[in-house]
C-alpha cells in the first residue's frame, strides 16, 4: 500500500515538475458584473505579437508574447481575457500570465456577448488580469496554455489557432511572427496544406509565417499526418475481422519490426491477391527502415512508386514521403547525381503538398551544377583589354580626323588645311607677277 502512494505521489509531482508551459493570445475585454466581453481597447495599442506553437501528435504548446503601448495622455488601465476554448472541441489548458517578471492572479468570469459585436463565437469563460500602463510606456506579456490536437479516423492532425481574435485590439499591428515547431517532422506531413502558407520551412519540420502591418488577421490551420500512426490506424480499420493483419500491426506497434517483416512475407505469400497488399508492402518498407536495412526498403519503394496504396489524401503523403526517404538513403551512399535525375523525373508529378513541392525545388537547386560564366562578361573583358592596347597611327590618325562645316558642306580638317595651302601658294604667285610687272614699267 505505502509503495503504490508514493508511486501515485511521483507521478502527481512529476506532472507538475515536466508541465511543459506555454503562452496564449489575449483580448481586452469589458467587464459587467460578474461577465465579460471582448471590446476593442482606447488608447491602448497592440505592437506585436509572436507565438511559438511546440507541436506533438497529441498536444501542442503554445509561447506568446506580446507589446502593447499607451498611447494616450493619461495613466491607463486595461482588462485582458484569455478564452477558456477555442472552438468547440479545442480546452484551453493550464493558462498562466506574467507581466514584468511576476506571475499574475487570474479571475475567471463567464463570458457574455458584446452587444456592438454580433453573433461570434465565444468561450464559456475568460481568465482575466488587468494591467496598468502610464503615458507612452509599453509593456511585454507573456501568457501560457495547452491544447490537445484535433485528429480524425485517419490520424490528420489539425492544429487551430485563432488568430482573428488579435481583431479586437485597435490596428494595425506592427508585427506579427508564429513559429510551429512539430520536432523534425519532414515536408511531406504537411497535407492539405495549410490555411496560410509559410514565410519560411526548414528541414527540421520548423514552419515560420510573419506578417508586418497587418490591419486584419485570419485564423491560422495546420495539418499534418504522423504517417507511421496513420498507416497502422488504415489497415486495422480496413482490415477489420481479419486476425492475422491485426497481428501484423501489432508487432509493428510494438516495434518487434523483424516479427513484423516475416509475418507480411508469410501472409502475402498465402495471399498473393489480398486487396491490402501493398499496403503491407508498404508497412514492411517502414519495418526495414526502422531496423536500417535502406536496400530493402528501396526495392519496396521501386514496386510501390506508381501504386504505394491507401486512400486519398494519405495515398500522396506516402507516396511522398517514399520519394523523401529513398532522397534520404541516396545522400548516405553520395549518389548525388543519381537524386538529381531522380527528382527531376518525378517532380512534374507532385501535387497538393506545396510544402514538399517547393522542398523538392530547393534539393533541385542545391544539386544542380553552378552554370558557366556567361560569354558576354568574357568578350567585355578581351575588348577592355584590346582598348588598353596602343593605337597604331593609321588608328589614332583615323581617330583624330575632324569635321568643318563650309558652304552646307562637311569637309575633312586636312582637306581644308590643304586648301588653304594652295590658296596661300596661289595668292603669293599671282602678287609675285604683280610685282615683276611693276619694276619692268619702271626701267
Not at 193 to 220: A, H, I, K
Request: net charge negative.
Amino acid at each position: 500500500m505505502k509503495k503504490r502512494l508514493f508511486v501515485w505521489i511521483t507521478i502527481f509531482i512529476c506532472s507538475f515538475v515536466f508541465a511543459i508551459p506555454a503562452y496564449a493570445i489575449q483580448v481586452p475585454v469589458k467587464i459587467s458584473g460578474r461577465r465579460a466581453y471582448p471590446a476593442q481597447s482606447d488608447n491602448i495599442t497592440l505592437v506585436s505579437f509572436q507565438a511559438v506553437l511546440r507541436v506533438r501528435p497529441t498536444f501542442t504548446a503554445v509561447d506568446t508574447s506580446i507589446v502593447i503601448r499607451n498611447d494616450g495622455p493619461s495613466e491607463a488601465s486595461i482588462t485582458l481575457g484569455m478564452p477558456s476554448k477555442y472552438d468547440d472541441i479545442v480546452t484551453v489548458k493550464q493558462p498562466s500570465v506574467i507581466v514584468e517578471g511576476q506571475k499574475q492572479r487570474l479571475s475567471t468570469l463567464r463570458a457574455s456577448q458584446n452587444p456592438e459585436m454580433g453573433d461570434i463565437f465565444l468561450p464559456p469563460n475568460w481568465s482575466t488580469f488587468t494591467v496598468k500602463l502610464a503615458p507612452g510606456q509599453s509593456k511585454a506579456i507573456k501568457s501560457s496554455f495547452t491544447i490537445d490536437n484535433k485528429f480524425d479516423q485517419s490520424e490528420l492532425r489539425t492544429i487551430y489557432f485563432p488568430l482573428r481574435l488579435l481583431n479586437f485590439w485597435n490596428g494595425p499591428i506592427n508585427y506579427i511572427q508564429i513559429i510551429a515547431d512539430l520536432d523534425f517532422y519532414p515536408p511531406y506531413v504537411f497535407e492539405p496544406n495549410p490555411s496560410s502558407m509559410p514565410s519560411e520551412y526548414d528541414t527540421g519540420g520548423r514552419l515560420v509565417w510573419r506578417f508586418l502591418d497587418v490591419r486584419q488577421t485570419e485564423d491560422l490551420q495546420l495539418y499534418f499526418y504522423p504517417v507511421e500512426l496513420a498507416v497502422a490506424s488504415y489497415l486495422k480499420q480496413k482490415a477489420q475481422g481479419n486476425t492475422d493483419v491485426t497481428k501484423i500491426v501489432n508487432l509493428y506497434e510494438k516495434m518487434n519490426y523483424d516479427d513484423a517483416i516475416a509475418s507480411i512475407s508469410e501472409f502475402l505469400q498465402a495471399n498473393p491477391a489480398f486487396e491490402l497488399s501493398n499496403e503491407l508492402k508498404y508497412l514492411k518498407a517502414l519495418c526495414h527502415m526502422e531496423i536500417y536495412q535502406p536496400g530493402m526498403a528501396l526495392e519496396i519503394f521501386d514496386q510501390l512508386q506508381s501504386s504505394p496504396g491507401f486512400q486519398e489524401p494519405l495515398s500522396n503523403v506516402i507516396r511522398n514521403k517514399m520519394i523523401y526517404d529513398r532522397v534520404s538513403l541516396m545522400k548516405l551512399m553520395g549518389r548525388e547525381q543519381e537524386i538529381l535525375d531522380y527528382l527531376k523525373e518525378v517532380q512534374p508529378s507532385l501535387k497538393n503538398n506545396a510544402i514538399f513541392i517547393k522542398w523538392v525545388e530547393d534539393e533541385i537547386k542545391k544539386l544542380s551544377p553552378s552554370p558557366p560564366p556567361p560569354e558576354e562578361s568574357e568578350e567585355t573583358d578581351e575588348t577592355v583589354e584590346e582598348q588598353d592596347e596602343p593605337l597604331s597611327d593609321q588608328e589614332a590618325n583615323h581617330d583624330n580626323i575632324e569635321y568643318i562645316h563650309i558652304l552646307d558642306y562637311d569637309v575633312p580638317v586636312e582637306l581644308a588645311f590643304i586648301g588653304i595651302l594652295l590658296l596661300i601658294i596661289i595668292i603669293y604667285m599671282i602678287r609675285r607677277r604683280r610685282n615683276k610687272r611693276k619694276k619692268k614699267y619702271i626701267f
